[in-house]
């Protein structure tokens, strides 16, 4: 099960500088493991990142990171910090593992 968390488009400034001239926007989810949690009798949260571009055709990657905490607090606090600083799916997972704290 997956529960939207928030979106954003990386900004013109950065694009421009990276040489990219079209739109991309970054849409965050909160998941949780049906199977972990029915297993454990409480839930397990992780992260998933879909990058939209938005050139001739549109693109589509995404990327997840399961079992990450089951502490829904924590899952809330990282997906902040990886919105805040535009993370992608290419780089997602490696983020996570520098947040997390457990």
Known sequence: MKSFYGSIFISKEELKDAGIEYPIKVEYYKIISEKETLKRNESIFGI??????????????????????????QIEQILEQIKRNEVTPVSLEDIVKELQVI
């Open 48 to 73: 998933q990142a879909v990058k939209t571009e938005y050139k001739d055709k549109i693109g589509i990657e995404q990327a997840k990171v399961e079992h990450i905490t089951n502490d829904e607090k």
